[in-house]
């Protein structure tokens, strides 16, 4: 026994509401899918900032003419960790009552000598600068204005070592 047109295209008309109702939990499942177990990207730029920031200073500590300069390279390290660790935070949004994904790095020693801290300094903003640089081309568009601006800071920063 068939069944008349009409009655088909009633089945066929449901199975496709019931295909439009499924869509926004399909849609939900797969943006669950596709998120990554691996690290964020900005972890490693965080982390050197706040290295920086301990490094900068104990020298600040240590070399009397250079602390003026290495708190301001100190406290400018330290708010590129600030919002790198928000965006990352963000991202994947952690217990307040956890640890920060970024730690806090080992205390630092200061270099002996006031020249070798300055390329100490040198050298760890050129790094940063360049760390954050080589990863901008490869994120999104909000992410990499943020990691463009903490590469600026880095390559200011060491004009202003000199």
Do not use: W, Y
Not at 81 to 100: F, G, N
Not at 104 to 130: F, H, I, W, Y
Not at 136 to 153: F, M, Y
């Amino acid at each position: 026994m068939e069944l008349p047109r009409a009655s088909l295209s009633v089945f066929e008309r449901r199975r496709v509401l019931r295909l439009f109702a499924a869509a926004p939990a399909v849609a939900v499942l797969a943006a669950c899918g596709t998120e990554s177990d691996e690290p964020d990207q900005l972890l490693p730029l965080a982390t050197a900032a706040k290295a920086d920031a301990a490094l900068a200073n104990a020298i600040a500590r240590t070399h009397s003419g250079m602390s003026e300069t290495a708190r301001e390279l100190a406290a400018a390290r330290t708010a590129h960790a600030t919002a790198l660790q928000r965006e990352i935070d963000r991202v994947a949004p952690r217990d307040p009552e956890d640890p920060p994904s970024v730690p806090d790095p080992a205390p630092k020693k200061a270099p002996s000598t006031a020249g070798a801290a300055a390329d100490a300094l040198r050298t760890a903003m050129r790094q940063g600068q360049q760390q954050a640089a080589n990863l901008v081309p490869g994120l999104p568009g909000h992410r990499a204005g943020l990691v463009a601006s903490v590469s600026a800071g880095c390559a200011s920063l060491q004009e202003v070592l000199g």
